[in-house]
């Protein structure tokens, strides 16, 4: 089992930064690829960043140049730089691990994110 724990979220305003973190805990040598997803009220989840074990990045077309994911395996934690936020980056934003052989999902609770205009 993975157990992940977002914290970082909070209120902020438009153009401002918010750096988000993950911690994880239990089978975390199984992790495979990790990533950041958001989900706004009333939107399906939809994914903002993924890295990979390796440390390949890909992003969302519409964060792309704003926020930076990033990893540190020695400390098993994933972390989300984001700059430049918009009222539109306002959502629920969940840490998410693949982890395992056939690979199963974790989820952390979320933090919530709030950009005000």
């Known amino acids: 089992q993975v157990q992940l724990v977002e914290s970082g979220g909070g209120l902020v305003q438009a153009g401002g930064s918010l750096r988000l973190s993950c911690a994880a805990s239990g089978s975390i040598f199984s992790i495979n690829a990790m990533g950041w997803y958001r989900q706004a009220p009333g939107k399906q989840r939809e994914l903002v960043a993924a890295?990979?074990?390796?440390?390949?990045?890909n992003y969302a077309d519409s964060v792309k140049g704003r926020f930076t994911i990033s990893r540190d395996n020695a400390k098993s934690s994933l972390y989300l730089q984001m700059n430049s936020l918009k009222p539109e980056d306002t959502a629920v934003y969940y840490c998410?691990?693949?982890?395992?052989?056939?690979?199963?999902?974790?989820w952390g609770q979320g933090t919530l994110v709030i950009v005000s205009s």
């Open positions: 890295i990979t074990s390796g440390g390949t990045t």
């Open positions: 998410n691990a693949d982890w395992g052989q056939s690979g199963l999902d974790a």
